[in-house]
């Protein structure tokens, strides 16, 4: 992972790339200034998206933590190995269209071009950190694309939160009021519903356990976003490391058959 | 992580390097002859060197396929999830350097920079359609060198046997003969070596089980190259359809705390 004022470098860089390209005409400048530029040139930086997976890490309530068992070993053969039970949705996690709509495309069945894709990143952390059920709003968006342009098509967008400050306890990044009720941020249905028809994005993405805020019943983030097939990734980390605009994103998306997501890779190429 | 220098250089030099093809031909072709060029300027294609992950898919002898058990249904709370039951080295996988080596670099623990590489692929697959014994020798490496260019540092290459093809038939792809050993196409022992010592590779890949030709019992391959803190890609599919040079690999590695290794997504970005 990049320390932040690299990753300050890398933006501006971006950000001046940028202005130099728009100064070379008027066209390119009034093009900016509609769209959220995609990953330009690539500074070869790599931030890593991905939590380290352990039985430690936060899990939504009623699903288990993996369980990892040793089956082969250095002294007996050379090679150790271990044999992996988990549920699908565990750590950072991509949700297929098929988690929340039968008939859905499973997780193998996304186009591979989907899975590389312009990032872009909103920050909703400072209300977050004061309001637990927040989510990311249609003004939010809006105010997004007033500084950083038009959210360009099949665009991965994330949500920053803030949330993974909360991880060394596990309790307190679940936060389950005293009735058992999960609270934590997630798009409003409204703005995830924009995104998919108005923006044609590829996907979407939170530093949370669900692209819902937790404690929603409707799970309309979930149905706007699975429901047009196009895929989420839950508990995203380091968001925080990347630019709003301008990385490419790539999931490295389990690839078995009919599975309704899993575990998977996340990159952010700078 | 590449100094910003550094990318400076690759870039000027794809650059050059694409013009150079595009306006000369034969005399771009002999200029070529001093480097593999990583990735130039990208088409925006990407080519999914990931096999579906089935239970029908072939496993190393004595592996057992994975499992998928429904834990989670549509009818019943609105969300469909399965329980996954595997080995780690299933399917399209990675090989970490604890695979091989005690005290060696878990998967969480490659860096995330080395899963982003410039891809290189050396064909041997005329000769393995006539030897399943076969390996990619020092040979081979001279010869993919004069007709490519020297392998760039921090490369990923990949051994092309076209094994794939023998695919719709599990038992013909582990290719066991009458005594229960597994015959199929790997890397020379001193080939990987090689590669780890003199071109200073990030990782390397086969269309195979293993890393090493099947009947081997020495697997210097795997010693060369996971002893050496570097990692193996085994089972990639679809090597056919990229490039000797010019493409990009990122190797979407699980990242579970103590891992062997794992199945992953193997993209390459054209």
Known sequence: MCAPHIVRVAHDQAVAHTTRRGLFGAAGLAALAFTAAPAAARSGSVVDLTHTLTPQLPMWPGSPSFVAVPVAWHAAGGFAQQALA?????????DAPLHRTPGGASVDRLAAEDLVAPLIVIDISA???TDADTTLTLADIDDFEARHGRIP???FVALHSGWEQRLPIAAAFVNLDPG???HAPGFDARAAEFLVTQRDIV???VDTLSLDHASSREFGAHTAVLGAGRYGVEMLANLGAVPPVGAT??????KHAGGTGGPCRVLALL
């Open 86 to 94: 988990l549920w699908e949705h565990t750590g950072t996690h991509i």
């Open 127 to 129: 209300r977050a950190a």
């Open 153 to 155: 098509p099949r665009a």
């Open 180 to 182: 058992g009720t999960p």
């Open 203 to 205: 996907g979407a993405g």
């Open 249 to 254: 994103v790539v999931v490295g998306a389990p």
